[in-house]
C-alpha cells in the first residue's frame, strides 16, 4: 500500500510455500508460507502484523482449516536523528566525502534501527560503486579501499563532537 516514501506504506511479499507431494487427486495435509513484511514505521508493522494474522485465521476458518504464525528476524524501523544526521554531513563535507540522499528512504531491513532506541543515530552508507556487485550478491567482496574513508568519517565526527 503505497510508495515506501509514505509513512503509511505497507507490503507483504510472499517469499516461500510449499506443501503436499507432486500427485494427483490428494490434499495436502501440512502447507507452510512464508512471508516478508515491511513498513517504514514500528506502529504500521503492528497493523499489518494484525491484518495478516486475521486474514490468515479466516481463511483458515472458512475451509475448517488450523492455522499458526511465527516471527523470524523483526527489525525495528531505522529513524535517523536529524541532530546525528547534521553531525554526519558536517564529517562528510569536512573530509570532502561526496554525499547525497537521492535513493532514500531504503527498503532495505536493518538491524539499526535498534541503536536509535538508546541514542540519538544516523546511518550512512559508503557506496563501492555502481559497477561493484550488490552487498548480499553472492560475488560481492568488501572493498577494502572504503576503510579508511570510513575511518575518516568516523573519527572527524568524533573529534567535532568531543572539541
Do not use: Q
Not at 503505497?2 to 495435509?29: K, N, W
Not at 554526519?88 to 570532502?96: I, M, T, V, Y
Not at 536493518?110 to 541503536?115: A, P, T, W
Amino acid at each position: 500500500r503505497g510508495t515506501f516514501a509514505d509513512d503509511d506504506f505497507s507490503m507483504l511479499t510472499v517469499t516461500h510455500a510449499a506443501m503436499g507431494e507432486a500427485v494427483f487427486g490428494i490434499s495436502p495435509a501440512h502447507a507452510e508460507v512464508w512471508a516478508t513484511l515491511r513498513t517504514r514505521r514500528d506502529e504500521r508493522m503492528a497493523n499489518l502484523c494484525a491484518a495478516a494474522e486475521a486474514l490468515v485465521a479466516r481463511i483458515a476458518g472458512e475451509h475448517r482449516l488450523s492455522a499458526r504464525w511465527d516471527y523470524h528476524e523483526i527489525f525495528v524501523a531505522s529513524v535517523n536523528a536529524p541532530g546525528a544526521v547534521e553531525h554526519l554531513r558536517r564529517a562528510l563535507d569536512e573530509e570532502g566525502v561526496a554525499h547525497g540522499e537521492e535513493a532514500l528512504p531504503m527498503r532495505a531491513s536493518e538491524d539499526f534501527g535498534l541503536f536509535g532506541r538508546s541514542a540519538k543515530s544516523a546511518m550512512f552508507f559508503l557506496g563501492a560503486g555502481e559497477r561493484h556487485p550488490a552487498l548480499h550478491n553472492p560475488d560481492y567482496d568488501f572493498p577494502d579501499d572504503l576503510i579508511p574513508i570510513g575511518s575518516r568519517i568516523f573519527m572527524r565526527t568524533a573529534r567535532n563532537l568531543l572539541g
